[in-house]
């Protein structure tokens, strides 16, 4: 080895313009930007959704309808799902924290209950919401609700 043989790392050197440099660099003068014009100009940045001056997308497209900013969305179990899950691993108590771990919900999630299905088995559910049907299902066999 001698140093005829000797090279930068890979990646280690930039190979990138050096813009703005002066004319000897190939790239002094307007820096590759062109001549004038609105973007040559330092501070240029285009809005998201510009058409050139023609009327943009999101102010053609019609606005209807309204969005409740209150609304509380829930991810539904049938008392079905709760049954199979019961049997599975042998459980008397269903709450969030074995919903979670089963993968029928999230953590931070607010789940219901809902009555699809038939329930064989005395159960505790614990949950944020129950639907009629599921309430008069868990309690015909026994079970008892919470609501957290």
């Known amino acids: ?6 090279k930068p790392a890979d990646n280690s050197t930039k190979t990138g313009k050096r813009i703005g440099r002066g004319q000897g660099s ?3 003068g307007t820096s590759t930007k062109g001549h004038k014009g609105q973007k040559s100009r ?4 285009k809005k998201i959704g510009f058409e050139g001056g023609q009327m943009p997308l999101q102010r053609r497209v ?3 309808g309204f969005t ?3 609304r509380k969305e829930y991810k539904g179990i049938n008392i079905e799902t709760l049954e199979i899950l019961a049997e599975k691993k042998g459980l008397t108590t269903i709450d969030i924290e074995t919903l979670v771990d089963a993968g029928l919900a999230r ?3 607010l789940v219901k209950i809902l009555g699809n299905g038939t329930l064989s088995k005395k159960l505790e559910v614990k949950a944020h919401a129950f639907s009629k ?3 008069a299902a868990i309690e015909s066999v026994e079970g008892t609700i919470v609501k957290i």
């Open 1 to 6: 080895m001698d140093l005829s043989n000797l």
């Open 107 to 109: 953590k931070n999630s």
């Open 26 to 28: 190939g790239y002094g």
């Open 42 to 45: 330092s501070g240029y940045s």
């Open 68 to 70: 409740n900013i209150s």
């Open 62 to 64: 019609p606005k209807f």
């Open 133 to 135: 049907s599921a309430i």
